[in-house]
């Protein structure tokens, strides 16, 4: 008995001993994972600043030429000589096509004939109306043969006017068959050769655009038009179109549509731009961009820093004592990553990053800033 005695002992201590160090292992995890309830958040913050920030629009605008020429000849005739080509910048008053002008020129001989006929005719009708007038004194011819003589003179007057400007009409329809560029520009197809008829009617001969300077035409929505004027009273609202390659250039607003489509709910707008480089091409869309307006002395953070709830935007303050209060805003604007607000002084430090964790109260921490993090690591490679 002694014996069995002695193994039911030693078998309880070894249970004993088992069950302590299960629970002992058990509960030491527990208390190694617990963290400490009040343990402060890594956030990023930033400053809330006083500026003023403009309020800009963009749109999709395409480019057309301020002048836009159709040459057409005035009558119909057979193209002889073609001067330029297609492409071709040419000035005002450059000789594009020669017609066949050979009609054109009998006719103002003609005119020229019958005019310098009918002043010879004129001449003489006046040498014979002063003899008469000088035997009249004499009393050798009556008043009425002044008189005939005095009407003939007239009416050859009125003959040789006629027959002047018979003679220019002539010499403008002759000209009619030298047809030069009315304006300075850019011509594009030419539709006609040496032998085609060219005629006032159908496809004109050629188009001349001036491209510089050039238009853009876009349409913003009417609720920005009490904006613009009201921000450019004497108009000329500077306008930035963008180009390939991230680049721009700067225009002036210059036309505003006199109504509103009531369809779209916009309002057609033009731009001019000077175009030396020639960047902007008729036919082309290229993205506008406007200021309409400005926000003066607006309280700015950035846009990230501003929390939508379910009923109110709010932001993240920083206490004092390393704690965030959640405050009220109102978003006046938002603009190039940045949010004009009313609820907020100027100089607040607001959460910018790590917002949706907090709670208020809570404890926070400001993390390294990028460029920080870029210096450390900067120089733990430099020391390597």
């Known amino acids: 008995m002694p014996r069995k ?10 249970l004993a001993i088992g069950v302590g160090g299960y629970f002992g ?27 003023s920030i403009p309020i800009t629009v963009t749109a999709n605008g395409f480019v057309t030429a301020i002048d836009t020429v159709e040459v057409r000849p005035q009558v119909q005739n057979v193209v002889r ?6 492409g071709q910048e040419v000035k005002a008053g450059q000789l594009l096509f020669t017609l066949d002008e050979r009609s054109d020129q009998s006719g103002l001989a003609r005119a020229q004939a019958e005019a310098a006929s009918a002043r010879a005719e004129l001449a003489e009708a006046e040498q014979a109306l002063k003899r008469n007038q ?9 008043q009425a043969v002044v008189d005939s003589a005095r009407s003939k003179v007239e009416a050859l007057r009125s003959t040789v006017r006629a027959g002047e400007a018979s003679a220019r009409s002539s010499a403008i329809a002759l000209g009619n068959n030298r047809i030069t560029a009315s304006i300075a520009g850019r011509i594009g197809i030419i539709n006609v050769h040496p032998g085609s008829l060219a005629q006032p009617s159908g496809d004109p001969m050629l188009t001349i655009s001036r491209l510089d300077p050039i238009a853009i035409t876009f349409s913003l929505p009417e609720r ?24 721009e250039t700067q225009g002036k607003l210059v036309f505003i549509d006199n109504a509103a489509d009531p369809q779209s709910g916009t309002i057609r707008m033009k731009a001019e731009f000077p175009n030396k480089e020639q960047s902007l091409w008729p036919g082309t869309y290229v993205n506008v961009r406007l200021v309409s307006r400005t926000v003066p002395d607006a309280v700015t953070v950035p846009t990230q820093a501003v929390v939508t709830g379910p009923e109110e935007k709010f932001v993240y303050v920083v206490q004092q004592d390393d704690t965030v209060k959640q405050q009220k805003v109102s978003v006046l604007a938002i603009e190039n990553g940045m949010a004009a607000l009313s609820g907020v002084e100027a100089g607040a430090r607001v959460v910018v990053e790590g917002a949706q964790n907090l709670r208020p109260g809570g404890k926070v921490k400001e993390a390294p800033s990028p460029q920080a993090l870029a210096g450390a690591k900067q120089e733990a490679t430099e020391t390597k």
């Open 81 to 86: 000589s073609v001067h330029v080509r297609e």
């Open 134 to 142: 000088e035997l009249l004194e004499k009393k050798f011819v009556s």
């Open 224 to 247: 920005e038009l009490s904006n613009i004027r009201a921000t450019y009273p004497q108009g000329g609202a500077p306008v930035t179109a963008l180009l390939a390659g991230n680049r």
């Open 5 to 14: 005695l002695k193994q039911l002992f030693i078998g309880v201590i070894i």
């Open 25 to 51: 292992l058990r509960s030491k995890p527990e208390q190694t994972v617990q963290k400490p309830r009040n343990a402060a958040q890594t956030v990023l913050t930033a400053r809330a600043e006083r500026k």
